[in-house]
């Protein structure tokens, strides 16, 4: 089962933040107040090249780190599929936002 998006929405829930409270990735491309580039805490929203994918998000998580190595923070991704703090590609990312009001 995916659930990053599931992750992203307790996250947001725990900060008192209303989120789409919905698991499908895809969803969140019009969600929040777009940034133009990755900004610690900011949403990402990743769409995968190597995935025949017909969304336009494929992935979504929290950017964790900018300075010297861009990283995401999100559940359901790295190799094992849990709550980790990876490095990703800048390339896959599609869409960065920040809550609504914020």
Do not use: M
């Amino acid at each position: 089962v995916e659930w990053c998006a599931c992750f992203v929405n307790w996250c947001l829930l725990q900060a008192g933040i209303t989120g789409l409270n919905t698991a499908w990735a895809p969803s969140w491309v019009n969600w929040g107040r777009r940034i133009n580039g990755p900004e610690r805490g900011a949403i990402v929203c990743f769409k995968w090249s190597w995935l025949n994918s017909p969304y336009n998000v494929d992935h979504i998580a929290f950017c964790d780190v900018v300075d010297g190595e861009f990283r995401t923070l999100g559940g359901n991704q790295g190799k094992t599929g849990i709550v980790s703090s990876v490095p990703f590609s800048r390339r896959d990312a599609v869409y960065y936002c920040l809550p609504p009001g914020h």
